[in-house]
């Protein structure tokens, strides 16, 4: 009985346990079946319903859980940021962006920049100065004369415009700069505008930079390095003077590369060696916020084995910023020197030159080039059309003596008259070899224009007389041709040079003529000659179609003679001598007479010129200053071209007050009406007689104006 009341108990505690642990009924399920005829929202449909019995599950699950006694704990999950597709790149554009948008700014890594070697302490340095400063309507910029311890050594550098390199030992130099025409030689010494003392360290190039300041203009110094660059490769260096940027990031969307972040006005970059051959894009983002695109650069052309420097400068006006792009040079490797490539061959137009079969200009266009090392030994060129066609292929050297082979080259390409099919455009090659001299320059002409006759050269020194006007106040007159006529100094055929000819060190005007005419086809004014310099006129043709142009080349790197230079004392002691007392052969002669006859010292005899003697153009306005105008007044000219058209100007305005031809014999009598609204007081009347300047005449005169309100009253009479 005891055994059967256990067994009871024991059944009744298991199944109390198995009651314990079931599984408690699951909620009801509900689908909802929908009839659609659309096939997005059958899809949309079944999601929902997925997820409705999914959701059921999940209730059943955690009821099952929470009656076995587990309970959920809701973990943190980490937001990820969602990855967004990447967008459209900004269409690259040569147009400068004028008003600032939004793009998404890529992270670039930056360019590195390298680092100058160290170079022996006697190694002489380079210097130039560069003119980056565009000015605004309110600050022009001011034409410059460039001036290096103390010696003038550039004339009316204008904005854009840079001087060739002056070669110096390591040392200090000062740099003064003067608004052109500001001296009167031996009257007044006006002290200089802007003024830098440089460093120059052995084997660097340095360049001073006239940049814009918020008075007007400054000046910069910026250390380029000068090593060597190997074929296909280029270096820039960029300085930004635009103070009306703000903290900028430079990037290059066509190389994935930066130039620089957080760049601010008077910042430095570079220099850095890019790959050339191609056209780059620069794009400046603001700092503060990289999605915000400022402005885009006009592309940049980089030469194989040339050295640029990019100075970005403020317009002054809606452009944000513009940028100016000036290229150097390197130093030579031994076997090497420097060249530049003259393409006077307009009807090849441009085209690809290779210098041993490597790629050194893509698209060679009309003119000058910027210079290059080559191989001075030999080296084999080639010339190329867009097309692949072969035009020339010609060695280049060898040169018989070391001096010329160091010396810097001029290749001259141009149309051969008898073209062949494998031949078609024709070279010269010449060396800037000067007769080295410490105390003249050097200077020859080169005759470029195609199809054109033997040209010369000729110049007259710019000489200065100091005057008392009616005022009394000194005034500066230049002398005329009468006084100071042209002189010829040489002579070229197409394609060809002269022969260098020794010049003073002084101010020049240099003109072009066709041979055995009077015509003036090319002219430059105030041109500077540096004892020691040498100077190659080249004409070449103009933009417009018949007209001409004329360039001065210089070598890479002029060297500034030292006038306290035994050599330049010696040189000078032996001309002056030579001069005096020139060389004579002596010959045996009898005595005739018991007094002997003193025999006069010999005289050198002047250069004939072909420069024909005329009379230079003036005029006269009636009544003449003091007397006063008003209305009207009579123009009186003489010596100027016989029935030719003439205009005439006051002060410098452009819109001629008058116009007429001049009579058979050159003379002019007209009468001569004021405009309305002209100031009284002295005016300057100009009369140009074909074109002004170059071939054309002018002459000037002066008015008195009288006041509006004068009023005329009888002279007494006695």
Not at 420 to 425: D, I, M, R
Not at 507 to 532: H, Y
Not at 592 to 621: L, Q
Request: overall charge negative.
């Amino acid at each position: 009985m005891r055994s059967l009341l256990f067994l009871v108990l024991l059944v009744s505690l298991l199944v109390a346990a198995c009651d314990a642990t079931a599984v408690p009924t699951l909620p009801p399920i509900t689908v909802v079946i929908t009839a659609v005829d659309d096939t997005e929202a059958l899809a949309d449909g079944v999601a929902q319903a997925l997820t409705g019995t999914a959701q059921v599950f999940i209730g059943a699950t955690e009821t099952v859980l929470a009656q076995g006694g587990v309970t959920l704990t809701p973990s943190p999950t980490p937001t990820q940021t969602p990855t967004l597709p990447p967008r459209t790149a900004r269409p690259a554009s040569p147009t400068p962006t004028l008003t600032p948008t939004v793009t998404p700014t890529p992270t670039f890594a930056p360019l590195p920049t390298n680092t100058p070697e160290q170079i022996e302490a006697d190694t002489p340095g380079w210097i130039r100065v560069i003119h980056a400063w565009i000015g605004t309507t309110a600050s022009p910029a001011s034409i410059f004369d460039v001036y290096i311890n103390g010696e003038s050594v550039y004339r009316s550098l204008r904005s854009g415009q840079q001087t060739p390199f002056q070669q110096f030992m390591p040392g200090t130099v000062e740099v003064s700069l003067k608004i052109s025409g500001a001296d009167i030689p031996g009257v007044v010494t006006r002290p200089p505008a802007l003024t830098q003392a440089v460093t120059i360290r052995p084997g660097r190039n340095t360049s001073v930079l006239v940049v814009a300041s918020t008075t007007g203009s400054r000046l910069m110094v910026v250390e380029e390095d000068a090593e060597p660059l190997p074929t296909g490769t280029s270096r820039l260096t960029i300085v930004q003077a635009n103070s009306q940027l703000f903290t900028m990031n430079i990037l290059m969307p066509d190389l994935q590369r930066a130039l620089g972040y957080n760049v601010n006005p008077n910042d430095i970059i570079g220099p850095i060696d890019l790959p050339s051959g191609q056209d780059y894009l620069i794009d400046l983002y603001d700092a503060r916020n990289r999605d915000l695109l400022v402005a885009n650069l006009q592309p940049v052309t980089l030469i194989s084995r040339v050295s640029y420097l990019l100075v970005l400068v403020s317009t002054g006006d809606e452009r944000i910023t513009e940028s100016l792009l000036f290229s150097g040079s390197t130093r030579t490797l031994p076997g090497q020197a420097h060249a530049r490539f003259i393409n006077l061959a307009s009807g090849a137009g441009s085209f690809r030159v290779f210098l041993n079969n490597n790629l050194e200009f893509n698209s060679l266009p009309v003119g000058v080039s910027e210079v290059l090392p080559i191989s001075s030994p030999s080296a084999e060129l080639t010339l190329r059309n867009a097309q692949e066609f072969e035009l020339a292929r010609l060695p280049i050297g060898p040169w018989p003596t070391e001096e010329e082979q160091q010396a810097d080259k001029l290749i001259l390409l141009y149309d051969l008259d008898s073209p062949t099919p494998t031949n078609s455009v024709g070279v010269s090659v010449f060396t800037q070899n000067a007769p080295r001299s410490a105390i003249n320059a050097n200077v020859r002409l080169v005759h470029g224009l195609p199809g054109v006759i033997p040209l010369n050269l000729e110049m007259r020194p710019v000489r200065l007389v100091t005057e008392t006007n009616q005022f009394g106040t000194p005034e500066a007159r230049r002398i005329g041709e009468a006084d100071l006529p042209w002189v010829n100094v040489a002579q070229a055929e197409f394609a060809r040079v002269s022969s260098y000819v020794a010049r003073t060190p002084e101010i020049f005007e240099v003109r072009v003529i066709l041979s055995g005419t009077r015509n003036v086809i090319a002219q430059m004014d105030n041109v500077q000659l540096i004892a020691g310099g040498v100077y190659d006129f080249i004409v070449l043709p103009a933009d417009e179609p018949g007209s001409a142009r004329m360039e001065l080349v210089q070598p890479r790197a002029q060297t500034a003679a030292d006038k306290g230079d035994p050599a330049a004392v010696a040189e000078a002691v032996d001309a002056t001598l030579t001069a005096v007392a020139p060389v004579a052969t002596a010959t045996a002669t009898r005595i005739s007479s018991p007094t002997p006859t003193r025999t006069p010292v010999p005289t050198n005899t002047p250069r004939p010129t072909n420069t024909p003697s005329f009379n230079p153009p003036s005029i006269y306005a009636d009544p003449p200053p003091p007397n006063t105008v008003s209305g009207s007044f009579v123009l009186y000219g003489q010596d100027f071209f016989p029935q030719r058209s003439y205009s005439v100007r006051l002060d410098n305005t452009i819109e001629p007050i008058f116009t007429g031809v001049t009579n058979t014999d050159g003379t002019i009598l007209a009468l001569v009406n004021l405009p309305g609204g002209l100031s009284s007081g002295v005016h300057i009347v100009r009369v140009c007689v074909g074109a002004c300047p170059g071939s054309g005449q002018e002459a000037l005169a002066i008015i008195n104006v009288a006041p509006p309100n004068l009023t005329p009253t009888a002279t007494p009479q006695p």
